[in-house]
């Protein structure tokens, strides 16, 4: 009954060499997040999306870019991964209304190693 | 702008003990909500318990309940009868009715000793 899917779990790619992360949801939930997160660090807050609206946080960097085709999936692209990208990609979702429309449900996370 | 202060980077308790971690923010906002989340070692992050700024009683879930100081713009998490499986980073967290987004603490890491 997993409610928000990260894949993969552990990325490992190379110096300026692309990399998408992926993250789906069973919750039908409208917002979805993505946060970098550093070592015993607070996730960073990378940029959501409201539907189909995408929110970029202003320091987000260029090299950052995302996709949401379609409610369920999200992904995130790193065009150029840099050894500072290396840590662990969290997504998140909420509802846009009713009940516990504040809360965020998180996914396990996407580890991203760059070598 | 909303800020979120966790001062105990690292906290120890026994098991079977009590531990409160300390969590403190700063907003102008009167609609708001509070988390405290868990993230075990390498585990995914989870909620542990929610406060409704509107709500004067304080929120418990088993062994967690906080300590809501609306004034004091205080909200601390107090576990009881703390066991092993409790160990993790701790994040306090703040979220804005319409804003859709959240504020984290850094985070406090919870030690239990067995």
């Known amino acids: 009954d997993a409610m928000v899917i990260q894949n993969p779990r552990y990325q490992v790619t190379q110096f300026g060499k692309p990399v998408t992360l992926s993250c789906s949801q069973t919750l039908n939930h409208n917002v979805m997040y993505w946060y970098q997160q550093k070592s015993s660090q607070a996730p960073k807050l990378l940029f959501h999306y409201y539907d189909k609206d995408f929110n970029n946080e202003a320091d987000t960097p260029d090299n950052f870019q995302s996709r949401r085709p379609n409610t369920s999936f999200c992904f995130l692209d790193i065009r150029s991964p840099g050894l500072g990208d290396a840590a662990m990609y969290l997504c998140?979702?909420?509802?846009?209304?009713?009940?516990?429309?504040?809360?965020?449900?998180f996914g396990p996370g996407t580890r991203l190693t760059v070598l | 702008a909303q800020t979120v202060t966790q001062s105990q980077p690292e906290m120890s308790v026994q098991e079977a003990e009590t531990v409160t971690l300390s969590c403190t923010y700063d907003?102008?906002?009167?609609?708001?909500?509070l988390f405290w989340y868990k993230q075990p070692p390498s585990r995914q992050m989870i909620l542990v318990i929610r406060q409704e700024a509107y709500k004067q009683q304080n929120a418990t879930e088993n062994r967690f309940s906080v300590n809501f100081q609306k004034a004091a713009k205080s909200f601390s998490l107090k576990i009881s009868d703390s066991q092993l499986g409790d160990a993790a980073m701790y994040f306090c967290?703040?979220?804005?009715?319409?804003?859709?987004?959240?504020?984290f603490g850094t985070g406090t890491r919870l030690k239990v000793l067995a």
């Open positions: 907003t102008s906002e009167s609609d708001y909500y």
């Open positions: 967290a703040f979220y804005t009715s319409g804003t859709y987004k959240y504020i």
């Open positions: 998140a979702t909420s509802r846009k209304q009713g009940v516990f429309r504040d809360t965020q449900y």
